[in-house]
Nanobody
Framework: QVQLVESGGGLVQAGGSLRLSCAAS????????VGWFRQAPGKEREFVAAVNWNGDFTNYADFAKGRATISRDNAKNTVYLQMNSLNPEDSAVYFC?????????????????WGQGTQVTVSS
């Protein structure tokens, strides 16, 4: 089984930056595509960014283009999400998901395994 654990969230002022981490464990985890999604209270889980199994292809939501960077280090079984120019609308619980297809999908239904999330709060 593959397990995912997010970290790196916290409280940051508007305009600041955070780097989130998604650490994977379990056999064959390096063959999973990994996506970052976020969910604010009362809203649907929303796609942010994804990376395919070997890190050579990335996919970003429109709002994330230009201020978010996703990358992975398979030697460490870790995927990162660097977020810059944060604003209060970015406040949410951020989840990482694993896709058995290995693709960088923007569809949450493609992900079979999820972490428990890390809270990001951006103050104005």
């Amino acid at each position: 089984q593959v397990q995912l654990v997010e970290s790196g969230g916290g409280l940051v002022q508007a305009g600041g930056s955070l780097r989130l981490s998604c650490a994977a464990s379990g056999r064959a985890s390096s063959f999973f595509g990994v996506g970052w999604f976020r969910q604010a209270p009362g809203k649907e889980r929303e796609f942010v960014a994804a990376v395919n199994w070997n890190g050579d292809f990335t996919n970003y939501a429109d709002f994330a283009k230009g201020r978010a960077t996703i990358s992975r280090d398979n030697a460490k079984n870790t995927v990162y999400l660097q977020m810059n120019s944060l604003n209060p609308e970015d406040s949410a619980v951020y989840f990482c998901g694993g896709a058995r297809s290995g693709l960088a999908s923007n569809n949450k239904d493609a992900y079979s395994t999820w972490g428990q999330g890390t809270q990001v709060t951006v103050s104005s």
